[in-house]
């Protein structure tokens, strides 16, 4: 059977739905933009901290595997591995995030473009995520609004 747009039944999706619309609408984005930070900064911090048990290994990884162009393996192991521990912090706590993010989206485009090019998906999720911060900032919940709300009024 189906519902004409004037049929009762039909008003009644129509209500329930356009209810639904707005009560999602109304979803905190802070604790959204908490979340996108959590999450990108929890992988490169992840793979930050994979390289710093073994540092020859380490090494070894970006002379054989990552082979970054112009750059020696041991600066880009330093680069690579100081951007994935500091970055990630910044973004979590809202503190110079624009900075952090940029920092990031760098990175991922040099993994995107030299590493590993056929993982171009997991790779545009996070510039997505770091190129929303990039550009919004880090949200209510940070340290950057609080610095804002103090200095820019």
């Given amino acids: ?5 004037s049929s009762p039944e039909s008003s009644s999706i129509r209500g329930s739905l356009l209810a639904l619309r707005r009560a999602l609408g109304r979803f905190p984005t802070p604790i959204l933009e908490l979340a996108f930070r ?30 970054v162009p112009l750059l020696p393996p041991e600066i880009a192991a330093y680069m690579g591995t100081t951007l994935e521990l500091a970055c990630p912090v910044l973004i979590v706590f809202g503190f110079l995030a624009r900075l952090g ?6 990175m991922t ?43 820019l009024q």
């Fill in 1 to 5: 059977m189906m519902l004409s747009a």
């Fill in 38 to 67: 959590i999450g990108v900064a929890s992988v490169f911090f992840k793979s930050g901290l994979t390289k710093l048990p073994s540092w020859d290994t380490t090494v070894l990884l970006f002379a054989e595997e990552y082979r």
């Fill in 101 to 106: 993010a940029l920092g990031l989206l760098g």
């Fill in 109 to 151: 485009l040099v993994i995107q473009i030299f590493v590993y090019p056929e993982n171009w998906s997991e790779h545009l999720m996070w510039a997505a995520l770091l190129g929303y911060i990039f550009t919004r900032g880090a949200g209510a919940i940070s340290i950057d609004h609080l610095i804002a709300r103090r200095w």
